[in-house]
């Protein structure tokens, strides 16, 4: 555990005019990608990372953790609307918030959805504040075997619960490792698949593949499916009373089992890598519906409907940062993300954070917990603001966010051939969107790649080249059983063979 005197550095540091106004900024930032269907919070922190380069590591991480923060919330504006979630863990709560938006109650369903997704929030938040530290002295005991076997787990369950088909996520897994192989041998320093490019003796650049794949790839799409159709404003009645724009005390009261209960699945499973926020949500709502003593009330414009849904898919970005933080594994796309940020910074992701970068990681905290304040009062203050922008025309937001895109990859990797990799691996991200391989199983592998690699080096090392030897590390061989175990559930026993190969 860090001294105190490293708790309150760490603070203080997060608490300072500068890193305030940074994670402000990501909140307003996120929640205005949000509530514009199709950009979303993963999109825009790919755009961002390049231009937090310049800034010190704890206002970097703090306003990208703003618009992951952010962005949650106002993914629900649209859903509520107008029935098109802003972002994928807001479709469940369409299922009652517009139906709620349609009997005329629209800035109720929104406020519901606002205090619940801080909630939800908050409540992970600080269980991860109460538990990172001593996750992380125990995965301080484990050797290079059971770091091994424990990114092939992580890796089979991602594989096997992003997507509709596990083989599919096992070829995207096993894509992202070949590509983390190029450049240089991380054992040997021998160059590997260079192609007589002296660019990629450092592999290929974290922003261009991850921008490209994540939000280039998704940029062309949208501009691709548009039909020159232009949404319309939505229009929120000025004289409604009261108790139809307002939600009480006595009826957010009601709901603190349902929050509760959000706030526990979701946070349970933002700590287990690669089931998501949308799962999240959907989990806390059939749950909720099915303990309900009148279920037939939801989708029908139940406020505990969206209390369930934003609670959950909330309570995830703060247990997104167990694993993370204390592992180096990401469970999701932002988690990946971020993951990219940190190493840009000059900072590895892992157990020996807590040890070596204490006082940056409570200064995390503490911008965590200033994101959850800044959430709710820019919430309350621009949730009508949020819903007028919902119809700006698709042609100028994604043809800015494509020129942001190209600039920020260009500053980042110094040069144009970083645009080059970034334009290849967009055209990568839709193939493999086409044809249902989860890009994210190969943003996380490709982040991985480097440590998974020289793991297995000194995994083969610990073991002298005899698997056998591997009864001498229970805790590493009990892992790789468990790894089967899921491909095997997962592949064969749940396979659905209308979405595997």
């Known amino acids: 555990m860090p001294d105190l005197s490293v708790v309150l550095a760490g603070l203080s540091d997060a608490f300072t005019l500068t890193n305030i106004l940074f994670v402000l900024c990501g909140i307003i930032v996120g929640q205005f990608v949000g509530a514009m269907p199709g950009i979303g919070p993963v999109m825009t922190m790919a755009i961002a990372i390049p231009f937090t380069f310049v800034l010190n590591p704890l206002p970097a991480i703090g306003f990208l953790v703003g618009v992951n923060k952010g962005g949650l919330i106002g993914g629900a504006i649209p859903a509520i609307l107008i029935n098109t979630p802003g972002t994928p863990d807001a479709a469940a709560t369409a299922l009652d918030g517009y139906p709620l938006s349609k009997k005329g109650k629209p800035l109720k369903a929104m406020k519901m959805a606002l205090f619940s997704s801080v909630t939800g929030d908050t409540f992970s938040d600080l269980v991860l504040i109460t538990i990172a530290a001593p996750l992380a002295i125990i995965a301080l005991n484990m050797g290079p075997v059971e770091i091994f076997a424990l990114m092939v787990f992580a890796f ?93 005390w006595s009826e957010y009261w009601d709901c603190r089992f349902t929050l509760l209960r959000g706030a526990s699945i979701g946070t349970l499973i933002g700590a287990i890598p690669g089931m998501g926020s949308t799962a999240a949500a959907f989990m806390s709502y059939a749950s909720t519906k099915q303990a ?133 691996f967009a055209c990568i991200g839709l193939g493999m969107n086409a044809m249902g391989y989860p890009v994210v199983v190969f943003i996380i592998t490709f982040f991985l790649g480097p440590r998974f690699e020289l793991s297995l080096g000194q995994s083969l090392t610990i073991l002298k080249g005899d698997w056998t030897n591997l009864i001498n590390h229970p805790i590493a061989l009990t892992l790789l059983l468990l790894s089967a175990g899921v491909v095997y559930w997962l592949g064969i026993v749940n396979r659905n063979p209308e979405t595997d190969l």
Not at 171 to 182: D, E, N
Not at 193 to 207: H, N, R, T, V
Request: glycine share 12%; charged share 10%; proline share 5%.
């Open 156 to 248: 089979a369950v991602i594989s096997g619960l992003i997507g509709s088909s596990v083989t599919k996520g096992m070829i995207a897994a096993a894509f992202g490792l070949l590509c983390t192989s190029v450049g240089l041998d991380p054992e040997h320093s021998t160059p590997r698949f260079i192609f007589g490019f002296f660019d990629l003796y450092d592999g290929f650049p974290i922003a261009s593949v991850a921008i490209g794949s994540l939000a280039v790839s998704e940029i062309i799409a949208r501009l691709a499916a548009m039909r020159g159709e232009v949404r319309p404003a939505v229009n929120i009645p000025r004289d409604q009373p009261a108790e139809d724009r307002n939600v009480s």
């Open 292 to 424: 309900s003593k009148n279920p037939e009330n939801f989708g029908k414009g139940d406020l505990r409907g969206i209390a369930a849904t934003e609670s959950a898919n909330s309570s995830v970005a703060g247990a997104d940062f167990i694993p993370l933080l204390t592992l180096g594994l990401p469970g999701s796309a932002s988690a990946a993300l971020l993951i990219s940020a940190f190493l840009i910074q000059g900072i590895q992701p892992g157990p020996l954070l807590f040890a070596e970068q204490g006082q940056l990681i409570y200064g995390l905290f503490g911008a965590m917990v200033i994101a959850n304040i800044c959430n709710l009062f820019c919430g309350l203050f621009g949730l009508r603001l949020w819903a007028k922008l919902i119809s700006a025309p698709e042609s100028i937001v994604f043809a800015s966010a494509l020129i942001l895109c190209v600039i920020g990859v260009y500053l980042s990797t110094g040069g144009v051939f970083g645009v080059y990799i970034m334009l290849l």
